[in-house]
């Protein structure tokens, strides 16, 4: 079975573009969550979607949304960059809309590289 | 305002020996704990948790102990392998923040052959 698959996997943007990032959750997850992972800080929660509606949102700007598709895939769009949002962005499925244990999947990671 | 506090960057230890990996937090409503390791270039993979009702957890070579009146968890690994090498997120759950993980910083954990 596939597991969370995220892309790009690395991009450069220079300063004030737009972003749009990509998310397939594994199969039959209906949770998708988004995490920023600046470099030396853990995960920073940024959005939560489970069945196409939002659950939760992190401390983040208006420049930062998402949404979630009839097939459980999501995008995560950030406007106007600025250097700050250079990060590893982390997509998470789950089968439930809340954490127990352990059961949130990481992908790999989008490398953002803002200039 | 770090709710979760790993505050030792990095710990090497002998092949063999026990890794002791420390986590510090201040919100009290928090109900479970995870563990989890994460590899370069890939995504964080869950290791062990806890529920906040227990006071250990132990699964294979991970165990993991879990103090609420001092607001502390640390993760045990025994016997430690080289394999092990990588960065330990603590992180945490509840306490109003529903379906989402607050993490701590990270330890990154060296194990010498």
């Known amino acids: 079975d596939a597991g969370v698959t995220q892309s790009p996997t690395h991009l450069i943007k220079t300063r004030g573009q737009h972003v749009t990032l990509r998310c397939s959750p594994i199969?039959?997850?209906?949770?998708v969550s988004w995490y920023q992972q600046v470099l030396g800080q853990g995960p920073q929660f940024i959005f939560q979607y489970y069945e196409k509606e939002e659950r939760g949102r992190g401390n983040f700007p208006d420049r930062f949304s998402a949404r979630q598709f009839p097939n459980y895939s999501s995008e995560l769009n950030v406007n106007a960059l600025l250097l700050g949002d250079s990060a590893l962005y982390l997509c998470a499925s789950s089968s439930r809309p809340t954490i127990v244990t352990g059961e949130l999947f990481f992908g790999e990671g989008s490398r953002l590289t803002v200039l | 305002d770090q709710q979760v506090k790993q505050n030792s960057p990095s710990l090497s230890v002998q092949e063999g020996r026990i890794s002791i990996l420390n986590c510090d937090y201040t919100?009290?409503?928090?109900?479970?704990f995870l563990w989890y390791k994460k590899y370069p270039a890939e995504g964080p993979t869950f290791l062990i948790s806890?529920?906040?009702?227990?006071d250990k957890n132990e699964d294979g070579r991970f165990t993991v102990f879990l103090n609420k009146s001092a607001k502390h968890l640390s993760l045990h690994i025994v016997p430690s392998q080289p394999g092990d090498s990588a960065v330990y997120f603590c992180?945490?759950?509840?306490?109003?923040?529903?379906?989402?993980?607050?993490f701590g910083k990270g330890t990154k954990l060296s194990v010498k052959p």
């Open positions: 806890i529920s906040s009702i227990k």
């Open positions: 199969s039959g997850h209906k949770s």
């Open positions: 992180a945490a759950s509840g306490g109003g923040s529903q379906g989402n993980l607050i």
């Open positions: 919100n009290s409503m928090f109900d479970y």
